[in-house]
């Protein structure tokens, strides 16, 4: 089992910045990749950004993938604190959604998206024009 808790969603203006942290607990997370998820309403939960843990590679998912690797989100972990964190910049009000936390086990295709099976309770990222 492994726990997240997803917290920094809030208000923020078009061209604004957040960062979204994800703190996990329960194991040993060398064996996990750990993903951000996002979900408009009314919209399917749409693929971000994951993370190996051991090694930190990152994957991005179209929607956020810029040109020549330039992206508007950028995920990154800190091992000693067992945190995950998705800086976003240049907020758009197309990213408005509620963002989710996920943890899959190496050997699935956790870098397409796929595979995770434990997720947090989300954190509202608004944002306004």
């Known amino acids: 089992q492994v726990l997240l808790v997803e917290s920094g969603g809030g208000l923020v203006q078009t061209g604004g910045s957040l960062r979204l942290s994800c703190a996990a607990s329960g194991r040993t997370l060398n064996n996990y990749a750990m993903g951000w998820f996002r979900q408009a309403l009314g919209k399917e939960r749409e693929y971000v950004a994951a993370?190996?843990?051991?090694?930190?590679?990152?994957?991005?998912?179209?929607?956020v993938k810029g040109r020549f690797g330039k992206g508007r989100f950028t995920i990154s972990r800190d091992n000693a604190n067992n945190t995950v964190y998705l800086q976003m910049n240049s907020l758009k009000a197309e990213d408005t959604a509620v963002y989710y936390c996920a943890a899959a086990r190496l050997g699935t295709n956790w870098f397409e998206g796929l595979g995770y099976a434990y997720w947090g309770q989300g954190t509202q990222v608004t944002v306004s024009s």
């Open positions: 993370i190996r843990w051991s090694d930190g590679r990152s994957y991005y998912g179209d929607s």
